[in-house]
Protein backbone atom coordinates (compact mmCIF):
# COMPACT_ATOMS: atom_id res chain seq x y z
CA UNK A 1 0.00 0.00 0.00
CA UNK A 2 1.24 3.31 -0.71
CA UNK A 3 2.09 6.29 1.88
CA UNK A 4 -0.17 8.79 2.14
CA UNK A 5 1.89 12.07 2.35
CA UNK A 6 -0.01 14.66 0.91
CA UNK A 7 -2.87 16.38 1.74
CA UNK A 8 -5.60 18.38 -0.51
CA UNK A 9 -8.61 20.28 0.61
CA UNK A 10 -11.66 20.75 -1.39
CA UNK A 11 -15.32 21.98 -0.93
CA UNK A 12 -18.61 20.59 -1.32
CA UNK A 13 -22.31 21.83 -1.48
CA UNK A 14 -24.35 19.81 1.12
CA UNK A 15 -25.81 17.72 -1.61
CA UNK A 16 -22.35 16.53 -2.59
CA UNK A 17 -21.68 15.69 0.64
CA UNK A 18 -24.74 14.03 2.02
CA UNK A 19 -24.07 11.87 -1.01
CA UNK A 20 -20.98 10.69 0.01
CA UNK A 21 -21.72 10.36 3.63
CA UNK A 22 -24.35 8.03 2.05
CA UNK A 23 -22.16 5.74 -0.68
CA UNK A 24 -19.45 5.88 2.31
CA UNK A 25 -21.97 4.28 5.06
CA UNK A 26 -22.87 1.99 2.26
CA UNK A 27 -19.16 1.12 1.37
CA UNK A 28 -17.94 0.90 4.76
CA UNK A 29 -15.36 3.20 3.31
CA UNK A 30 -14.28 6.60 4.53
CA UNK A 31 -14.74 9.33 2.28
CA UNK A 32 -11.14 9.84 1.71
CA UNK A 33 -10.99 6.39 -0.01
CA UNK A 34 -14.07 7.27 -2.39
CA UNK A 35 -12.17 10.72 -2.78
CA UNK A 36 -8.93 8.92 -3.81
CA UNK A 37 -10.54 6.14 -5.52
CA UNK A 38 -12.74 8.34 -7.41
CA UNK A 39 -9.74 10.60 -9.03
CA UNK A 40 -7.91 6.93 -9.55
CA UNK A 41 -10.42 5.94 -11.66
CA UNK A 42 -11.19 9.22 -13.50
CA UNK A 43 -8.17 10.73 -14.18
CA UNK A 44 -5.09 7.73 -13.47
CA UNK A 45 -6.76 5.02 -14.79
CA UNK A 46 -7.34 6.22 -18.12
CA UNK A 47 -3.86 7.11 -18.45
CA UNK A 48 -2.71 3.70 -17.43
CA UNK A 49 -4.65 2.21 -20.51
CA UNK A 50 -3.20 4.35 -22.94
CA UNK A 51 0.32 3.35 -22.51
CA UNK A 52 -1.08 -0.33 -22.39
CA UNK A 53 -2.46 -0.34 -25.81
CA UNK A 54 0.43 2.09 -27.23
CA UNK A 55 2.82 -0.71 -25.67
CA UNK A 56 0.36 -3.26 -27.22
CA UNK A 57 0.03 -1.20 -30.61
CA UNK A 58 4.34 -1.07 -30.57
CA UNK A 59 4.26 -5.12 -29.86
CA UNK A 60 2.00 -5.42 -33.06
CA UNK A 61 3.94 -2.75 -35.31
CA UNK A 62 6.82 -5.41 -34.59
CA UNK A 63 5.29 -8.01 -37.22
CA UNK A 64 7.85 -10.90 -34.90
CA UNK A 65 6.51 -14.36 -35.98
CA UNK A 66 4.34 -16.29 -33.88
CA UNK A 67 3.63 -19.50 -33.97
CA UNK A 68 0.91 -21.79 -32.30
CA UNK A 69 0.63 -21.75 -28.34
CA UNK A 70 2.07 -25.23 -27.99
CA UNK A 71 5.17 -24.87 -30.07
CA UNK A 72 5.73 -21.50 -28.87
CA UNK A 73 5.69 -23.44 -25.46
CA UNK A 74 8.07 -26.01 -26.28
CA UNK A 75 10.11 -23.51 -27.46
CA UNK A 76 10.33 -21.42 -24.27
CA UNK A 77 10.93 -24.58 -22.51
CA UNK A 78 13.27 -25.91 -24.09
CA UNK A 79 15.43 -22.27 -23.95
CA UNK A 80 14.84 -21.86 -20.15
CA UNK A 81 16.17 -25.41 -19.56
CA UNK A 82 19.59 -25.10 -22.28
Avoid: N
Avoid at 27 to 32: G, L, W
Avoid at 36 to 52: D, I, N, S
Avoid at 70 to 82: D, F, K, L, P, S
Amino acid sequence: MAILTQRVQTVLTDEQYRQLTHIAAETDKPISVLVREAVEAVYFAPEQEKRKLEALQEMFALEAPVADWEQMEEEIIRGATQ
